[in-house]
């Protein structure tokens, strides 16, 4: 972005346009002021209210003070007893009065500071620092644990390793070092056509990836002419293409359901499709349905308004990171229930805790 050196902002802007401290651009380019920077930012403000906090103390830290202050009166109290005793008993005074204090030192309920400090040793051990006590203390009361399945339990790799006709029957991906059959090819086609060009995004590289093995020139056009991203009442995107006078093509990718009702499948086509979908994503496949078409209206940002034809299904694999199966087991043995928390669909993500060896139930 473009700096004002002399601390005078150049443009008139206001919230609604403006691009917050901590905002991810994940397409485009743009040029902005930067209007503020550390503190002066929002999430500088956030951070420094949240400093402000008052921390209620921990729990166990009130109860052990309290225990320390009763077992305080009661050994200074025996303490004093047994040095008067000794003392009336015709002994030294000196000597009574170190007896007194070494046994009120004695009875002071230091073995809960230590267990407070084993405790912190073993997770340090385990490469993890501990800046409050209160932490161990929480951690301990912890009884269910969610966590993200993608990037997780998972190891974020996507790869591609089925696909499906607009029948829902299989197309074969032959052998990874040779080039795609056609119909292959054709739907690795559309899934990169309906991708962004330059992605993070695992599962778009995957697909960008497999149209790689096509092996055929494309017979698309090579400019994106205009982009339908997801929306919350609709997970499906897609991307159309053009070049000169050319009515530009349009490929779409999405949830199976999502593309079954845009291409407006009759009801035993849609339940022959789906079922597809359902078999693979029962074995905890990650799956998306593919259609294309030609683009009606570059005006109209919903797909929706496009005539789209459905082609096919793809599914993608994430396996399991290494360790999860037994970090799963100690969990349990800890009396801990962990609940995994992910957006794919019902039947990816119970087989996927099977795998991971979570409850599938309920989903």
């Not at 053009?242 to 779409?252: D, N, V």
Request: net charge neutral; hydrophobic share 50%.
């Amino acid at each position: 972005g473009d700096i004002a050196g002399d601390g005078e902002l150049h443009a008139d802007t206001d919230d609604r346009s403006a691009a917050f401290s901590g905002t991810l651009v994940v397409r485009g380019q743009g040029r902005g002021i930067v209007r503020g920077i550390g503190r002066k930012t929002e999430l500088g403000r956030i951070g420094q209210s949240l400093g402000t906090i008052e921390r209620e103390p921990p729990r166990l830290r009130a109860q052990t003070r309290r225990l320390v202050r009763l077992f305080a009166v009661a050994g200074i109290s025996v303490s004093i007893l047994a040095a008067v005793l000794y003392g009336l008993a015709g002994n030294d005074w000196t000597s009574a009065t170190l007896g007194g204090i070494a046994l009120a030192m004695a009875m002071l309920p230091l073995i809960l500071t230590v267990f407070t400090v084993m405790g912190a040793i073993r997770i340090a051990k385990a490469r993890v620092l501990t800046r409050r006590a209160a932490a161990i203390e929480a951690l301990g009361a912890a009884t269910v644990l969610c966590t993200d399945k993608t990037g997780t339990l998972t190891q974020n790799r996507m790869t591609v390793v089925e696909l499906r006709d607009a029948d829902g029957a299989p197309v074969a991906l032959g052998d990874a070092n040779l080039p795609l059959a056609p119909e292959a090819a054709h739907l690795a086609l559309l899934a990169a056509r309906s991708s962004r060009d330059r992605t993070f995004d695992p599962m778009e590289r995957a697909f960008h990836d497999l149209a790689a093995r096509a092996g055929i020139a494309p017979p698309w056009p090579q400019v994106a002419v205009c982009d339908f991203d997801l929306r919350d009442d609709l997970p499906a995107m897609g991307r159309a293409w053009g070049a000169g006078e050319e009515t530009p093509r349009l490929a779409a990718k999405g949830a199976p359901e999502a593309i079954v009702r845009l291409c407006g499948l009759s009801p035993d086509k849609a339940g022959q499709v789906l079922a597809a979908a359902a078999d693979m994503a029962g074995r905890g496949l990650r799956v998306l349905g593919l259609a294309e078409g030609e683009l009606r209206n570059a005006a109209d940002d919903r797909l929706e308004g496009q005539a789209l034809a459905f082609r096919g299904l793809v599914a993608l694999a994430d396996p399991l990171r290494p360790g999860v199966k037994e970090a799963v087991g100690e969990c349990r043995a800890a009396g801990i229930r962990i609940a995994m928390v992910t957006g794919d669909h019902p039947a990816t993500a119970a087989a996927m805790a099977r795998a991971a060896g979570l409850d599938a139930e309920p989903v």
